[in-house]
């Protein structure tokens, strides 16, 4: 039996970069799938590859900062598959290497509102739905940025401890109701990551240095088997941690 078989898995932002390693994982272990994220055109893209893992798969487009959006996720994948066991709140908007005096009211909305209220969104709206499946399993994302804190990242470091937080809390409260809620804090190529290199070239450099493993991580290779550990049964007693996914980087 596969370690995800008979489990319905809800990824946020998961047309792309670390969303869709974890779902191409998720499905290779059986999950149903929805999928959420702002452009219906990569949603779309992505389904052929997932079912060809066997998975089953359902996409609604959604935007991680709208409340109303996020009831409608977890409604759509309540009525599709019958519940939700599973929750990955992989969305984010951030401004690689902007620096702090630099960001104004709508660069500071749209990251914290894309990271920090989109996963209390997410996990409001899974929660009641989790209790009636007896528990649950919620992954959310903090970021070595948010730890290091390098030059550029001010706001989006901010906003992925203010998760880690949440995350920590939440896992006190609703820990009673079998509800494990996790983070981990990954390094991978994602299509931002991609453009950060292209970009700063030079910091990209530097950064690969401080990478004990010597190369960049991968979001399905790396990232998701992970992610399926957290999501599966194995991980039952783990709950309120944050787990560095980054090739030797934060220890250093």
């Given at each position: 039996?596969?370690?995800?078989?008979?489990?319905?898995?809800?990824?946020?932002?998961?047309?792309?970069?670390?969303?869709?390693?974890?779902?191409?994982?998720?499905?290779?272990?059986?999950?149903?799938?929805?999928i959420?994220?702002?452009?219906?055109?990569?949603?779309?893209?992505i389904?052929?590859?997932?079912?060809?893992?066997?998975?089953k798969?359902?996409?609604?487009?959604?935007?991680?900062?709208?409340?109303?959006?996020?009831?409608?996720?977890?409604a759509?994948?309540?009525?599709?598959?019958?519940?939700?066991?599973?929750?990955?709140?992989?969305?984010?908007?951030?401004?690689?290497?902007?620096?702090?005096?630099?960001?104004?009211?709508?660069?500071?909305?749209?990251?914290?509102?894309?990271?920090?209220?989109?996963?209390?969104?997410?996990?409001?709206?899974v929660?009641?739905?989790?209790?009636?499946r007896?528990?649950?399993?919620?992954?959310?994302?903090?970021?070595?940025?948010?730890i290091?804190?390098?030059e550029?990242?001010?706001i989006?470091?901010?906003?992925?401890?203010?998760?880690?937080?949440?995350?920590?809390?939440?896992?006190?409260?609703?820990?009673?109701?079998?509800?494990?809620?996790?983070?981990?804090n990954?390094?991978?190529?994602?299509?931002?990551?991609?453009k950060?290199?292209?970009?700063?070239?030079?910091?990209a450099a530097k950064?690969?240095?401080?990478?004990?493993?010597?190369?960049?991580?991968?979001?399905?290779?790396?990232?998701g088997?992970?992610?399926?550990?957290?999501?599966?049964?194995?991980?039952?007693?783990?709950s309120?941690?944050?787990?560095?996914?980054?090739?030797?980087?934060?220890?250093?």
């Amino acid at each position: 039996m596969k370690r995800l078989e008979g489990k319905v898995a809800i990824i946020t932002g998961g047309g792309q970069g670390v969303g869709l390693g974890i779902a191409m994982a998720f499905a290779d272990e059986g999950a149903s799938l929805v999928i959420s994220g702002r452009t219906p055109e990569k949603l779309q893209a992505i389904v052929p590859d997932l079912e060809a893992r066997g998975a089953k798969v359902a996409i609604h487009p959604a935007d991680a900062r709208s409340r109303a959006d996020a009831d409608k996720l977890v409604a759509f994948t309540v009525g599709t598959f019958g519940g939700v066991d599973i929750l990955v709140n992989n969305a984010q908007t951030t401004f690689p290497g902007m620096l702090l005096s630099d960001y104004d009211d709508e660069h500071i909305a749209a990251t914290v509102e894309s990271g920090l209220y989109g996963s209390v969104y997410h996990m409001q709206a899974v929660r009641q739905h989790m209790v009636a499946r007896g528990g649950g399993s919620i992954i959310n994302f903090g970021s070595r940025q948010g730890i290091v804190a390098p030059e550029g990242y001010s706001i989006y470091g901010a906003t992925k401890e203010a998760i880690r937080g949440l995350s920590r809390v939440a896992a006190r409260e609703w820990g009673p109701d079998g509800i494990r809620i996790n983070v981990i804090n990954p390094s991978a190529m994602s299509p931002a990551a991609e453009k950060w290199l292209a970009d700063f070239p030079e910091e990209a450099a530097k950064n690969l240095l401080e990478v004990s493993l010597r190369r960049w991580g991968d979001s399905y290779k790396d990232i998701g088997p992970v992610a399926v550990f957290l999501a599966s049964d194995e991980s039952h007693y783990v709950s309120g941690q944050t787990i560095n996914v980054d090739g030797g980087m934060v220890m250093l």
